[in-house]
Structure formats: structure tokens, C-alpha cells
């Protein structure tokens, strides 16, 4: 393996890694949230007072998902996919239709951030607060929901290189390992390697 294609592998890890941090993250603040939606609809039907803002900031961790866990479903294949001839095409045109595939990804990725970057400063600029009881800053959920989709395309972006770096150096073998459509997901693959 050469330099480039160490250095891209190694990067691919790291984002993995961070990847993976922030989905666990994100699936904590998820379970925080279902924990506090419970308590708040069993004091409602006590009659006791309820919650103040459950019900916004279970908004705001849901915008956060939304955008953060993108780049682990990525990197982990756990996407859903539809295979609609894929398996019945010769080698190079599925290796060539998976590079197509996450380069178009990481366009969108990229797109939705560019997008999403002016929501967030026309809403610092404007000083703009939450409809709610709480009157949040807006910029504070916009900002780390914004940043989710800045590293959805980092991420994209990465594995794009790694895979095409595959495809000129290592072969189709190799991109079907990164970014190939399997009859199972990777996760099921290794936890079937974990029984054996």
C-alpha cells in the first residue's frame, strides 16, 4: 500500500472514530430526551406541573440526529440501499456506479451544508430566539445541527478518496469493501465473525 493511500486510510479511521463518538453521543442525548418525554407525561397525568421545554429541546436533539449520524450510516454501510440490478452488472460497472454513488453523496453533503451555514448566521446576525417559554438562541442548536452536516460531507468526502484511491491502486475488491452494496451490512458481517 503506498504512502497516499496509508494517509487516506489512517484519515478514514479518525473520521470513523469521530464518527462514532458523536453518534453515541447524539443516541445518549436521544435516550435523555425519551427519559424526559416519560417523566413529563407521567406528571401530566398526576396533574402535577410539568416540564418546561422537553418538548423544544426534544426538537432540537431530533435536528441534531438528523444530521450527525449521516456520516457513521455512511461509513458503516448501514444505509439502506436497493439493489435494482446492481448484483446482475459485470464488476467494473458496479465498482464504477459505487464511485459515482459516494461522490454524489458528498455533492449533496456538501450542498446541504452550504445550505444549512446562512440558516445559522442570519440567525446569530438577527439575534434570533425560540417561539417557546425558553426563548433559546436559535444559533445555538442551528450551529451544532449545521456543523453535523459540515462533517457528513467531510466524511463523504473521505471515504470518496479512500474508495477512488482503492480503485486505482488496490482494485474492485477493495472498493467493495468500502463503499460496495452487500447482501448484508458490515455490522451483521462482523458480529457474525464474533460467533465464529
Do not use: C
Amino acid at each position: 500500500m503506498n504512502t497516499l493511500t496509508s494517509l487516506a486510510s489512517r484519515l478514514l479511521d479518525a473520521t470513523r472514530f469521530v464518527s462514532r463518538i458523536a453518534n453515541r453521543l447524539i443516541g445518549g442525548l436521544l435516550l435523555l430526551v425519551v427519559v424526559l418525554i416519560v417523566v413529563e407525561v407521567v406528571l401530566r397525568k398526576l396533574g402535577l406541573a410539568s416540564l418546561r421545554g422537553v418538548t423544544e429541546y426534544s426538537g432540537y436533539v431530533l435536528a441534531m440526529l438528523s444530521s450527525w449520524t449521516l456520516a457513521h450510516t455512511l461509513i458503516e454501510r448501514a444505509h439502506i440501499r436497493i439493489d435494482l440490478g446492481y448484483s446482475k452488472m459485470p464488476a467494473v460497472a458496479r465498482t464504477l456506479l459505487d464511485l459515482v454513488s459516494i461522490f454524489s453523496v458528498a455533492l449533496v453533503g456538501w450542498v446541504i451544508a452550504l445550505h444549512a451555514w446562512p440558516v445559522l448566521a442570519r440567525s446569530w446576525s438577527n439575534g434570533s430566539l425560540a417561539n417557546t417559554p425558553l426563548s433559546t438562541p436559535l444559533w445555538i442548536p442551528q450551529l451544532v445541527w449545521a456543523l453535523g452536516y459540515i462533517w457528513f460531507a467531510i466524511a463523504a468526502s473521505v471515504l470518496g478518496v479512500r474508495a477512488a484511491l482503492a480503485a486505482l491502486l488496490q482494485g474492485r475488491a477493495e472498493v467493495q469493501t468500502l463503499i460496495g452494496m452487500t447482501s448484508e451490512s458490515p455490522i451483521l458481517d462482523a458480529a457474525k465473525e464474533e460467533r465464529r
